[in-house]
């Protein structure tokens, strides 16, 4: 399945995901910047993305927890926001498109 | 200026790496002072995930952030360490004995032939909005511009305040300023708080009062008057449509996010903000100045507590040459030596 993610000057990455990962860690480890800075534990909220057209409304709806993390998420949008540490990589969501959102 | 302290070594961050190196130093009889822009000891197990489990600590199946922290603490009590929380390490200078004064942003100046950088990913400073232009409207004091915090509430008597955030700092703030600010006014990107129920309640309470008004919409813009004053912000709604409203204040409370900070300015060797170190004392290019757990980087490593914990132990051994030029170094066993037991005030 492949990622496509715009980080924040606006340039396209297409990324190979790995089944059961989670997005946040396949644009981490593929250079993106995202901090991630609690290491997936969807504690911190510092790996924010914009899902875009259309993808929000496929993926699995964010849990309690996630809804509370983002409280702590600079410029949130509803409808658009989550945590990518929380969005696991599965052939359903082969294409879904992800823009890194502001530090 | 008070006269600076005197010690080993001076450690920079207490998290669990900063933790444990007191207790391979304290073994070898160094004195720790240690410093943390935090108000308690953890790092990030007590900032970012004090009540998730760890799974991958050797010999502790499963253990939280707090949990590991507090074992850490009363694993190394016999040393008597010194802390030093709430303040954030500013300025490292070598001094002509050849020993480094460290000083933080609260004046205090620690004295030590050895400096341990144990920050992590450096200093836990708050989330700044990524509104533009907003710089320029921090740091103006009495309660007008922007502020991360609240030191006294005074400063907002009388003034208009506008708070953006959902957790208990925001909903915190909202309900203490309420009754002493001119007004007060709430921004949230959703109708509904992450913050404890309770202050949820008497936040909807003094809203039912008229005393704080709350509105679902974030901030896009900062508006000044011609000498750079904040005179109010652009306002944008869940149906996105934007007004002005008019502000002395805003505070923005989103969390503590981890920048470098003044460690890039310590004139240490840093690659990618990680401080390369040799995998044999993990000292950095500059003698005397060793890095240890996720601020450091060697072929290899992996940004885990257990190779914080081995490379705070090769560290020791390195430090006490360093401070102990002239003696002996005996590698000991805490099982078999009672010299040791005794240290840890465990033999009768």
């Given amino acids: 399945m492949k990622i496509v993610a715009t980080d924040r000057v606006g340039k396209e990455h297409v990324v190979e995901g790995r089944d059961g990962w989670s997005v946040m860690e396949i644009l981490r480890d593929a250079g993106l910047p995202i901090a991630a800075e609690c290491g997936g534990a969807c504690a911190c909220a510092t790996c924010h993305v914009y899902v875009e057209d259309g993808w929000y409304e496929k993926l699995s709806p964010p849990s309690d927890a996630e809804i509370d993390m983002l409280d702590m998420a600079l410029a949130v949008e509803p409808g658009r926001s989550r945590l990518s540490c929380q969005i696991v990589c599965k052939n359903e969501i082969d294409g879904i498109k992800v823009t890194v959102a502001p530090e | ?348």
């Fill in chain 2, 1 to 348: 200026m008070s006269t600076p302290i005197e010690t080993d070594v001076a450690i920079i961050g207490a998290g669990p790496i900063g933790l444990f190196a007191v207790f391979e130093l304290g073994l070898l009889d160094l004195k720790c002072h240690l410093v943390d822009i935090l108000d308690r000891p953890g790092g990030q197990c007590t900032e970012l995930y004090p009540e998730k489990p760890i799974y991958d600590i050797p010999g502790l199946p499963i253990v939280t952030g707090q949990e590991l922290t507090n074992k850490l603490l009363e694993q190394i009590k016999p040393f008597g360490a010194q802390y030093h929380f709430g303040e954030m390490a500013q300025a490292l200078k070598k001094l002509p004995d050849g020993k480094w004064k460290l000083t933080t942003d609260a004046g205090t100046e620690i004295v030590a032939p050895v400096i341990v950088i144990a920050a992590g990913g450096g200093s836990f400073v708050p989330k700044r909005p990524p509104v533009p232009g907003i710089e320029a409207f921090e740091n103006k004091g009495n309660g007008v511009g922007v502020h991360y915090a609240v030191r006294k509430m005074e400063t907002f008597r009388g003034k208009n305040v506008l708070i953006a955030g959902g957790g208990d700092s925001a909903l915190d703030w909202t309900i203490n300023l309420a009754p002493i600010a001119k007004s007060l006014t709430l921004v949230h990107h959703r109708d509904g708080f992450r913050a404890a129920q309770h202050s949820v309640n008497q936040m909807r309470e003094l809203e039912k009062e008229g005393k704080v008004k709350f509105h679902v919409a974030s901030v896009k813009q900062l508006l000044g008057d011609e000498n750079g004053n904040l005179m109010g912000v652009t306002l944008s709604g869940a149906d996105k449509k934007e007004w002005t409203h008019e502000t002395d204040a805003f505070l923005p409370f989103f969390g503590l996010t981890i920048k470098l900070g003044p460690i890039a300015e310590f004139g240490l060797n840093l690659h990618e903000n990680l401080i390369p170190v040799d995998t044999a004392k993990f000292e950095s290019s500059t003698p005397g100045i060793f890095a240890i757990g996720d601020i450091n980087s060697y072929a290899g490593k992996l940004k885990l507590i257990l190779s914080g914990f081995h490379e705070a132990a090769l560290m020791a051994q390195a430090a006490f040459h360093v401070c102990r030029p002239n003696e002996k170094l005996r590698f000991q066993y805490t099982t078999s030596s009672s010299n040791l037991q005794k240290k840890l005030g465990v033999t009768a």
